[in-house]
């Protein structure tokens, strides 16, 4: 651009202000890229850091060894494998119906005054920091679970899922719903004009079109739940152990400690051997790896089976 | 329904509206469930923190009469007859806490982490650089390549200075290659620190007078005469401002805060209070509302008067003053949260500066800049799968790569302030790249294809047309991810933050203890007086952060979305 023309000059520093695009813009890219170097970053770090420990242990013992104790130098998954499967299915059987009739109702039957309350009251929910959850576990939900008159131990599965449930609740509710807000009214309509009545529209019309949705809000949850941390440090317990099939019951009672729970335990431990210390990656690492793989799955469930509607 | 006349193709079932009805009402109890639990588990929480029950039945009583039941005959009038007011009187009341609580924050920075003095000489500093850089700008606008030195030795000169004496080798090698024939031999110190060399000081208050509240008072002034396109309203904030902070000379002593204790006050409490207070009265829109705060204090006063007139005594709470100004101890009674506390701000300040920034140039990246097509386009759309699935990443995972890069390849003090910040920054930031995101696309096309249409830069509309629609929404969104770090405590244990500290960080490689990791160490103890007193007091302490946190955002949110 010139600017020796006589007019008024609109465009000051014509060669500097490409330049200056150019940086504005390169440095934007950079803060984006941020966010690859991170994921980058965690991979590495994982990666790098468990190699000595499965070369030292390796993978076949890691993956069947059904002990997990530093001390005596077991580094069996399958005892913390067992206590965030634990964890996970009973604050799922919590959650997962209770987020989708709380999504049902938020949708389908709640006026815009009781939706104004409700929503943001799901929201605070999940807002509450998880150390609290964990306490409202250990200090208020299992001595409430004794006095009913369960054989809770103090440090227990049950008041620990149960709070992972109430947890994660709003997540799958809220998912849920935009689903079902997607859903198209023309598709209730035509399920009125068909002589149906609001329920049957609702579970024979509403939900299955939002299935996808639905679905894929289950796994998020579920991959929230495995990696949630303080609640079950706080409440689960420190001891590692094997499913309990012949006394199925006593899998609630007791306390289990899940992955994430050994990890802040090795972490903090006052003198713990290199390669306990480095198990510790290698179980971040397969928490990664299970909550990474959880997480695309439910975007490609969500992407591929949406229904798409004019 | 009757079908008495013509015929009914249908089967003969009937049309219930009983298994409708079952199933509403179970979904709405679904949908209050864990809304009910948490609620009665708060209040088991707030029961061991505030111990109501341990106080005399006259303290309840009174303190009945004078607040509870004239607030609450306020509130069903709001409710029923002027809803503005309410709006009104719920922000009148919560303005004043966001602005003690900002004003808590300051004073712990200033006497935690940096004198005043120290403030005054960053600040001067830093606006010295801003106008060297400017001025250069004006004076030689045709030297891309002069400006660009420019701003990179400005802030060098006033704000950092060169690095220790022993590694001037560095410079002195540079200056060789290049042959300029400089040398340096002696460590040359910046703007910022020759000023906290001074031997004279201006006093305290005027250095937060010049550098906190006349920056603050012009924004305040800038907002309004922008509002309400008057520079003369605008000037008679700043002044007023201005005004009231330096009576703090007078008052400060008098009311046991300190003069530089009402300078803060003024700024973060009076200014906002006051410029919504004037507007609402202006405006004559639900000027009842104000009754509500005012009620509440004279309420408190009356109170607190009539119960030491009639000998009550009052709940023995473990959440009291003591509580929030002392530091950890072996003996229930004498705990407190203070130092944590200083930790979590301090851990905001790293995570606003870093995270902040860093969360919002990508977000403008993923918006403005992005193309969609050809390999950038094949990268930019791994970068935003890539930040859906790092939202999803276990805290605890954050925590790990917190643990290595910071600690063990940077070698950063374990469980210091800094490694916290940037382990629960890195943590927050997919949340802070996706709500600024939202806020930024939430922008109509037609603002920037107007400023196009001007002959402006795309950055330039970004800057001028852009950021400021999207600012309310990218405020919120921060809001409440900063909420989400304040709470985020499996990261804090695994880059080892202090179980609990005696004395506050006083800098950013100091080791801290943070509010829930200070929670969770309480959580551990057995005694009683700790599990039911202690513990709950520090939990309703962070849950009021927190909830005047969202109630902050929220309200943006709401002021926004309506006038949108």
Same mark, same amino acid.
């Not at chain 2, 920056?215 to 907002?223: D, E, I, K, S």
């Not at chain 2, 003591?322 to 229930?332: D, I």
């Not at chain 2, 930019?380 to 290595?404: D, R």
């Given at each position: 651009?010139?600017?020796?023309?006589s007019?008024p000059?609109?465009?000051? %520093?014509?060669?500097g202000r490409?330049?200056?695009?150019?940086?504005?813009?390169y440095?934007?890219?950079?803060?984006?890229a941020?966010?690859?170097?991170?994921?980058?970053?965690?991979?590495?770090l994982?990666?790098?850091?468990?190699?000595?420990?499965? $070369?030292?242990?390796?993978?076949?013992d890691y993956?069947?060894?059904?002990?997990?104790l530093?001390?005596?130098?077991?580094?069996?998954?399958?005892?913390?494998?067992?206590?965030?499967?634990?964890? $996970?299915?009973?604050?799922?059987?919590i959650a997962?119906?209770?987020?989708?009739?709380a999504a049902?109702y938020?949708s389908?039957y709640a006026?815009? %005054?009781m939706r104004?309350i409700?929503?943001?009251?799901?929201?605070?929910?999940?807002?509450?920091?998880?150390?609290?959850y964990?306490?409202?576990?250990l200090?208020y939900?299992?001595p409430?679970?004794q006095?009913?008159?369960l054989p809770?131990? $103090?440090f227990n599965?049950?008041?620990?899922s149960?709070?992972?449930?109430?947890?994660?609740?709003?997540?799958v509710s809220?998912?849920?719903?935009?689903?079902?807000?997607a859903v198209?009214d023309?598709?209730?309509?035509?399920?009125?004009?068909?002589?149906?009545?609001?329920?049957?529209?609702?579970?024979?019309?509403?939900?299955?079109?939002?299935?996808s949705?639905?679905?894929?809000?289950f796994?998020l949850?579920?991959? %929230?739940?495995?990696?949630?941390?303080?609640?079950?440090?706080i409440?689960?317990?420190s001891?590692?152990?094997l499913l309990?099939?012949?006394?199925?019951?006593?899998?609630?009672?007791?306390?289990?400690q899940?992955?994430?729970?050994?990890?802040?335990?090795?972490n903090?431990?006052e003198?713990v051997s290199?390669?306990?210390?480095?198990?510790m990656?290698?179980?971040?690492? $397969?928490?990664f790896?299970?909550?990474?793989?959880l997480?695309?799955?439910?975007?490609?469930?969500?992407?591929?089976?949406?229904?798409e509607?004019? | 329904?009757?079908t008495?006349?013509g015929n009914?193709y249908?089967?003969d079932?009937?049309?219930e509206?009983l298994?409708g009805?079952?199933?509403?009402?179970?979904?709405?109890?679904?949908t209050?469930?864990g809304l009910?639990s948490?609620?009665?588990?708060?209040?088991?929480?707030a029961?061991?923190?505030?111990r109501?029950?341990s106080?005399d039945?006259g303290?309840?009583v009174t303190?009945?009469v004078?607040l509870? #039941?004239?607030?609450?005959?306020?509130?069903v009038?709001?409710?029923?007859?002027?809803?503005?007011?309410?709006?009104?009187?719920?922000?009148t009341?919560?303005?004043p806490i966001v602005g003690l609580? *900002?004003t808590?924050?300051?004073v712990?920075?200033?006497t935690?982490l940096?004198?005043?003095l120290?403030w005054?000489a960053?600040v001067?500093?830093?606006?010295?650089? !801003?106008g060297? +850089?400017?001025?250069?700008?004006?004076?030689r606008?045709?030297?891309?390549?002069?400006?660009?030195?420019?701003a990179?030795?400005?802030?060098?000169?006033?704000?950092?200075?060169?690095?220790?004496?022993?590694?001037?080798? &560095? =410079?002195?090698d540079?200056?060789?290659?290049?042959?300029?024939g400089?040398?340096?031999?002696?460590?040359v110190?910046s703007?910022?620190?020759?000023i906290?060399?001074?031997?004279?000081?201006?006093?305290?208050?005027?250095?937060l007078l010049?550098?906190?509240?006349?920056?603050l008072?012009a924004?305040?002034?800038?907002?309004?005469?922008k509002r309400?396109?008057?520079r003369?309203?605008?000037?008679?904030? #700043?002044?007023l401002?201005?005004?009231?902070?330096?009576f703090?000379?007078?008052?400060?002593p008098?009311?046991?805060v300190?003069?530089?204790?009402?300078?803060? *006050?003024?700024t973060?409490?009076?200014?906002?209070?006051?410029?919504?207070?004037?507007?609402?009265v202006?405006r004559?829109?639900?000027?009842?509302?104000?009754? =509500?705060?005012?009620?509440?204090?004279?309420?408190?006063?009356?109170?607190?008067?009539?119960v030491?007139a009639?000998g009550?005594?009052?709940p023995?709470?473990?959440l009291d003053?003591?509580f929030?100004v002392?530091?950890?101890?072996?003996?229930p009674?004498?705990?407190g949260?203070?130092?944590a506390?200083?930790?979590s701000v301090?851990?905001?300040?790293?995570?606003v500066?870093?995270?902040f920034p860093?969360?919002?140039?990508?977000a403008i990246?993923?918006?403005?800049?992005a193309?969609s097509?050809?390999p950038m386009?094949?990268l930019?759309?791994l970068?935003?799968?890539n930040?859906?699935? &790092?939202?999803?990443v276990?805290s605890v995972?954050?925590?790990?790569?917190?643990?290595? !890069?910071?600690?063990?390849i940077?070698?950063?003090?374990q469980?210091?302030?800094?490694?916290a910040?940037?382990?629960?920054?890195?943590?927050?930031?997919?949340?802070?790249i996706?709500?600024a995101?939202?806020? +930024?696309r939430?922008?109509?096309?037609?603002?920037?294809?107007?400023?196009?249409?001007?002959?402006?830069?795309r950055?330039?509309? +970004?800057?001028?047309?852009?950021?400021?629609?999207?600012l309310?929404g990218?405020?919120?969104?921060?809001?409440?991810?900063?909420?989400r770090?304040?709470?985020?405590?499996a990261?804090l244990?695994?880059?080892g933050?202090a179980?609990?500290v005696? &004395?506050?960080?006083n800098?950013?490689?100091?080791?801290?203890s943070?509010?829930?990791?200070?929670?969770?160490?309480?959580?551990?103890?057995?005694?009683?007086?700790?599990r039911?007193?202690?513990?709950?007091a520090?939990?309703?302490? !962070?849950l009021?952060?927190?909830?005047?946190?969202?109630g902050?955002?929220?309200? +943006?949110?709401?002021?926004?979305?309506?006038?949108g």
């Amino acid at each position: 651009m010139s600017t020796e023309t006589s007019g008024p000059e609109i465009t000051s %520093r014509p060669s500097g202000r490409a330049a200056r695009e150019r940086m504005y813009r390169y440095i934007l890219l950079l803060c984006a890229a941020l966010s690859i170097l991170v994921t980058v970053s965690i991979v590495v770090l994982l990666v790098w850091n468990s190699i000595s420990f499965f $070369t030292s242990v390796g993978l076949v013992d890691y993956l069947f060894n059904p002990e997990f104790l530093i001390s005596r130098g077991e580094f069996g998954l399958l005892p913390l494998l067992s206590g965030t499967l634990i964890i $996970t299915v009973v604050s799922a059987v919590i959650a997962l119906p209770t987020g989708v009739a709380a999504a049902i109702y938020l949708s389908e039957y709640a006026s815009e %005054r009781m939706r104004s309350i409700l929503k943001p009251g799901l929201e605070i929910l999940a807002g509450i920091p998880t150390v609290v959850y964990g306490i409202f576990a250990l200090v208020y939900v299992t001595p409430l679970l004794q006095a009913v008159g369960l054989p809770v131990n $103090t440090f227990n599965t049950l008041s620990a899922s149960i709070m992972v449930g109430i947890m994660i609740i709003p997540m799958v509710s809220s998912l849920s719903e935009d689903a079902m807000s997607a859903v198209p009214d023309s598709l209730r309509q035509a399920g009125y004009g068909m002589g149906a009545t609001k329920f049957e529209v609702t579970t024979g019309v509403v939900v299955p079109a939002a299935a996808s949705g639905i679905f894929s809000s289950f796994i998020l949850a579920l991959s %929230r739940a495995i990696g949630e941390t303080m609640i079950v440090v706080i409440a689960a317990g420190s001891r590692a152990r094997l499913l309990n099939f012949a006394e199925p019951l006593q899998n609630f009672w007791q306390g289990y400690q899940p992955m994430t729970a050994a990890m802040v335990q090795i972490n903090g431990a006052e003198s713990v051997s290199q390669i306990g210390f480095s198990s510790m990656y290698a179980i971040g690492l $397969t928490l990664f790896v299970v909550t990474f793989l959880l997480n695309l799955a439910s975007n490609r469930i969500a992407a591929r089976y949406r229904e798409e509607y004019e | 329904m009757a079908t008495e006349q013509g015929n009914w193709y249908g089967d003969d079932s009937k049309v219930e509206n009983l298994r409708g009805r079952a199933f509403e009402a179970t979904c709405l109890a679904a949908t209050a469930f864990g809304l009910v639990s948490v609620l009665i588990l708060l209040l088991y929480v707030a029961r061991d923190a505030f111990r109501p029950f341990s106080a005399d039945v006259g303290w309840h009583v009174t303190y009945a009469v004078t607040l509870l #039941v004239p607030l609450a005959a306020l509130v069903v009038y709001y409710y029923r007859s002027d809803e503005p007011a309410g709006e009104v009187a719920y922000v009148t009341s919560g303005l004043p806490i966001v602005g003690l609580l *900002l004003t808590g924050g300051f004073v712990v920075v200033f006497t935690e982490l940096l004198t005043v003095l120290e403030w005054f000489a960053l600040v001067v500093s830093a606006a010295v650089a !801003l106008g060297l +850089i400017v001025a250069h700008g004006r004076l030689r606008p045709k030297a891309p390549l002069e400006r660009l030195l420019v701003a990179l030795a400005a802030p060098v000169v006033t704000l950092l200075g060169t690095p220790p004496a022993q590694f001037n080798w &560095l =410079f002195n090698d540079l200056t060789g290659v290049l042959g300029l024939g400089v040398e340096l031999n002696h460590q040359v110190i910046s703007l910022r620190q020759a000023i906290t060399m001074l031997p004279f000081a201006p006093t305290d208050w005027v250095m937060l007078l010049l550098t906190l509240v006349l920056p603050l008072a012009a924004a305040g002034g800038w907002f309004v005469g922008k509002r309400r396109e008057s520079r003369r309203d605008g000037i008679a904030v #700043v002044a007023l401002t201005t005004v009231v902070a330096a009576f703090g000379l007078v008052a400060g002593p008098l009311l046991g805060v300190g003069v530089e204790g009402w300078v803060l *006050l003024a700024t973060f409490t009076g200014l906002p209070v006051g410029i919504y207070v004037e507007g609402v009265v202006r405006r004559d829109e639900g000027r009842a509302g104000l009754a =509500f705060p005012a009620v509440a204090v004279l309420g408190v006063l009356a109170g607190s008067v009539a119960v030491d007139a009639l000998g009550f005594s009052g709940p023995d709470a473990w959440l009291d003053w003591g509580f929030l100004v002392s530091a950890a101890s072996r003996t229930p009674a004498d705990a407190g949260i203070y130092p944590a506390m200083v930790g979590s701000v301090m851990m905001i300040i790293v995570i606003v500066l870093t995270t902040f920034p860093a969360g919002v140039g990508a977000a403008i990246y993923l918006e403005e800049y992005a193309p969609s097509k050809g390999p950038m386009g094949k990268l930019v759309t791994l970068i935003e799968i890539n930040i859906g699935n &790092l939202a999803g990443v276990p805290s605890v995972v954050y925590g790990l790569l917190g643990l290595g !890069l910071f600690i063990r390849i940077m070698a950063w003090p374990q469980g210091s302030v800094i490694v916290a910040g940037l382990a629960v920054g890195l943590l927050i930031l997919p949340i802070v790249i996706i709500s600024a995101q939202e806020a +930024i696309r939430s922008v109509p096309d037609s603002f920037r294809q107007a400023s196009y249409g001007m002959g402006a830069t795309r950055w330039q509309t +970004i800057r001028q047309v852009v950021l400021p629609e999207a600012l309310p929404g990218i405020l919120t969104g921060t809001i409440l991810a900063l909420g989400r770090a304040i709470g985020e405590t499996a990261p804090l244990l695994m880059i080892g933050a202090a179980a609990s500290v005696r &004395l506050a960080p006083n800098s950013f490689f100091d080791v801290a203890s943070m509010m829930p990791r200070q929670i969770f160490t309480w959580s551990s103890e057995l005694e009683p007086a700790f599990r039911h007193g202690v513990l709950a007091a520090g939990v309703i302490t !962070l849950l009021a952060v927190l909830l005047v946190m969202n109630g902050t955002a929220i309200v +943006i949110r709401n002021r926004y979305q309506r006038q949108g």
